[in-house]
């Protein structure tokens, strides 16, 4: 019984630490919701080509590997610095569809 509990918590520590290395780190999540209101969302939605892009339309580990492939269109992204598109990740990350808080903002 004793090596049944001590996998469990193995297995619980492991699975811990894989979750945290697909985290989005040191992005401002409140900022990034304004920059993703204010500029993204313009080219996003519903009626645009590709449909409406929220938090929702991707994992965490979705959004982790769209900006981690960075195939957005370049002009879009060149007027955000690197710490705007870690921002931008960071809201995204945190409210995808398998995060804690999902969210589409509205």
Partial sequence: MKTITKAIA???????CATSALAAEGGNP???KYLF?????TCHVEDAEGGEVT???RT???WDRF???????ADAWNKFSEGDLKDI?????????DSDQPETCG
Wanted: one cysteine or more.
């Fill in 67 to 73: 900006f981690e492939r960075n195939k957005h269109n």
């Fill in 10 to 16: 193995i297995l619980s520590i492991a699975a811990l």
């Fill in 89 to 97: 990740k960071q809201f995204l990350f945190d409210h995808a569809a």
């Fill in 55 to 57: 938090p929702l339309n």
């Fill in 37 to 41: 209101k204010k500029s993204c969302k």
């Fill in 30 to 32: 409140k900022k990034g």
């Fill in 60 to 62: 965490q580990a979705q």
